[in-house]
Nanobody
Framework: QVQLVESGGGLVQPGGSLRLSCAAS????????MGWYRQAPGKERELVAT???????NYADSVKGRFTISRDNAKNTVYLQGNSLKPEDTAVYYC?????????????????WGRGTQVTVSS
């Protein structure tokens, strides 16, 4: 079984910072892309940022210049550093990863999601 567990959410004042972590565990052979998505009340889930295994990154326009995604392949962990947070960043943040399970001769790639962590930006 594979699990993604997020941590680091909470209440932050506007202009503040937050660092989210997501650790993947279980019978993992390899991890390809990893990313963060968010869902605000009454809205659809949206992409925040993604990072490839090699470190190439992609950001939503709304967070460019304020958020930084990074990963530690040895720890199967992805991070999201958010600075200059705004009330509109309030949402449940979800971790996503494309993970290979099985054996090296019979790999199966699957898409996994964490349960989410609440980020609230408010004074």
């Amino acid at each position: 079984q594979v699990q993604l567990v997020e941590s680091g959410g909470g209440l932050v004042q506007p202009g503040g910072s937050l660092r989210l972590s997501c650790a993947a565990s279980g019978s993992i052979v390899s991890i390809n892309g990893m990313g963060w998505y968010r869902q605000a009340p009454g809205k659809e889930r949206e992409l925040v940022a993604t990072i490839s295994r090699g470190g190439s990154t992609n950001y939503a326009d709304s967070v460019k210049g304020r958020f930084t995604i990074s990963r530690d392949n040895a720890k199967n962990t992805v991070y999201l550093q958010g600075n200059s947070l705004k009330p509109e960043d309030t949402a449940v943040y979800y971790c996503n990863a494309q993970i290979a399970i099985g054996t090296t001769k019979a790999l199966t790639w699957e898409d996994y999601w964490g349960r989410g962590t609440q980020v609230t930006v408010s004074s």
